[in-house]
């Protein structure tokens, strides 16, 4: 499907924009250089009468976007939680289409139910509201369970939810082929896999099965974590496209007047969800990547309940020693280790030069430092940083996609409790203990542990292999390619025994 028939879909999306009145809105929002407003006016206006009139009862943005389909959508939620960057007319529109969009009809999700579940929806639950919440990909709604009481909340798809979006993504990778083309400046942002792991992310939010099972590893991870709660699934009642969760009571994260009523301390909540999302991504590499103020309540007690676990983040062990060490050395303005640690990684080309390199971050860092969050701006920052990385040749870390988005989303979130909150400040002692936890002589044991433990399962192939190798030193060749494989077969006779009995001694000991 990905083919120029896209062209029409872009076409239609300018056209949408121009026709609500959200273009112009879109474009100073973003500080569109001439060159893309120029792009945007030649796509809509001349073909208004292509773009989708929308809700008039809604904002310009938000009229468009909902229009559009559920990719824009979802875009447009992330974007909703800042404010700093898109302005506060903007956000305000964005922010209704966090879990505010219209629903489909009562009778439409009972049929979904009763074709998933394989029963008449009347005989699972003895009770079924009308839709509690709807949003771009499913709605929920509250429910008792016919046989213990219990009051639960079913997600459903929406009905051709797939179709859809498989025909937004359609046009957005079309857009990422005409960057390519047109604006050679942008390849290092490698747009086309953005739009690819954009892809694999909301596919598999397509499926609640998998978002049941993402709900249970989560759940599994957080069970400890003081302050923060889930909802337990109830998979006898879930399937693919049907998911059955109890019931949270709590008041929504994005009500600070109901907040403010029930008592809670939004300071205090400000800063529990953005440790709670640093603590989640470095200590359990698994964490929460949809946390907008449509997924967290605020329970009775006080407690952040997190749901909608239909996207989720995982980064392995290296990265997220490579991202604590970065915001460890921008905590201690020690920019010089941050440069080092980017070209470690290879994250900067190894012949740019790192000092420079420091120095640029310096400039990206000193200006946040002992200033509260609203005196920062977060849109000129980011500015600043895509020119910095552009001038070192850095390209977009596709593995960390999720993770600086939901960073971006989770910041806005505890920004709109607390608009004076310093994120370097909270972030410091979360950080700090990683950084000890996985950089510090504990760590090092335990890589020596995991290494030892890698290396004992060849014990069973050890002979083997020196067989092998003693073959190859026999072979007609100079002496030092025999010398060679006499080192190699000694060396990894010696490194199979120490990995064994390095294994041995720690079990023993712990």
């Known amino acids: 499907m990905r083919g120029p028939h896209n062209i029409i879909r872009l076409i239609r999306t300018g056209a949408t924009l121009e026709r609500t009145g959200a ?3 879109v474009l100073d929002a973003f500080e569109a250089p001439p060159a893309l407003r120029f792009v945007a006016k030649a796509l809509g206006k001349p073909f208004q009468f292509l773009g989708y009139k929308g809700d008039p009862s809604m904002p310009p943005a938000t009229r468009a976007l909902t229009a559009l389909g559920p990719a ?5 939620q992330v974007l909703s939680t800042r404010p700093d960057v898109v302005g506060d007319e903007l ?8 879990d505010k969009l ?6 439409e999700a009972k049929a979904e139910v009763q074709r998933e579940l394989g029963l008449p929806t009347d005989t699972i639950f003895s009770e079924f509201s009308a839709p509690v919440a709807a949003a771009s990909i499913a709605q929920v709604h509250k429910a008792r369970l016919a046989d213990t009481g219990e009051e639960v909340a079913v997600k459903v798809l929406r009905p051709g939810i797939e179709r859809a979006f498989s025909k937004d993504v359609d046009a957005f990778y079309l857009a990422a082929r005409i960057v390519d083309i047109f604006a050679p400046g942008a390849r290092r942002l490698r747009p086309m896999e953005v739009i690819e792991h954009f892809d ?3 596919q598999g939010e397509l499926d609640l099965r998998l978002e049941s099972s993402a709900a249970g590893e989560f759940a599994a991870n957080t069970a400890n974590d003081d302050g923060f709660a889930l909802p337990k699934i109830r998979w006898e009642h879930s399937a693919r496209r049907v998911m059955t969760l109890e019931w949270a009571d709590g ?10 009523a029930a008592g809670h301390d939004r300071v205090d909540l400000s800063e529990r969800v953005l440790k709670l999302f640093l603590m989640h991504a470095l200590r359990d590499g698994y964490f929460h990547a949809d946390m907008h103020q449509g997924n967290l309540k605020v329970a009775p007690n006080g407690d952040i309940i997190a749901y909608d676990f239909g996207i989720m983040g995982h980064i392995d062990e290296y990265t997220r020693r490579v991202y604590a060490e970065i915001l460890f050395g921008f905590i201690r303005k020690d920019y010089k280790r941050v440069a080092e640690v980017h070209f470690e990684a290879g994250y900067v080309p190894a012949d740019k030069d790192v000092d420079e390199f420091a120095r640029a971050l310096r400039a990206v860092g000193e200006p946040i430092f002992g200033m509260d969050a609203s005196k920062i701006s977060m849109g000129r920052l980011l500015s600043y940083l895509f020119e910095v990385t552009e001038r070192f040749g850095m390209e977009t870390r596709t593995e960390l996609i999720l993770l ?4 971006v989303v989770v910041e806005g979130v505890a920004r709109s409790l607390n608009p004076n909150m310093n994120i370097w400040q909270v972030a410091s002692p979360v950080v700090t203990d990683y950084i000890q936890k996985s950089i ?3 760590a090092v044991v335990s890589d020596l542990y995991k290494t030892a433990r890698v290396l004992s399962r060849f014990g069973p192939r050890l002979p083997r292999l020196v067989e092998q190798a003693l073959i190859a030193q026999s072979n007609p060749a100079p002496e030092k390619r025999r010398g060679f494989w006499r080192w190699v077969a000694l060396a990894g006779f010696a490194g199979l025994l120490a990995g064994g009995a390095l294994t041995l001694i720690i079990e023993a000991l712990a």
Do not use: C, H, W
């Not at 824009?72 to 447009?76: A, D, L, Q, T, V």
């Not at 600086?404 to 960073?407: A, W, Y």
């Open 251 to 260: 008041v929504p994260m994005g009500d600070n007047a109901a907040i403010d």
């Open 23 to 25: 273009m112009n809105l």
């Open 72 to 76: 824009y959508i979802k875009f447009g």
């Open 404 to 407: 600086q988005r939901t960073m």
């Open 102 to 107: 219209p629903p489909f009809s009562i009778e």
């Open 91 to 98: 956000a305000v529109q964005l922010r209704v289409l966090q």
């Open 440 to 442: 510090g002589p504990k």
């Open 200 to 202: 694999g992310v909301v």
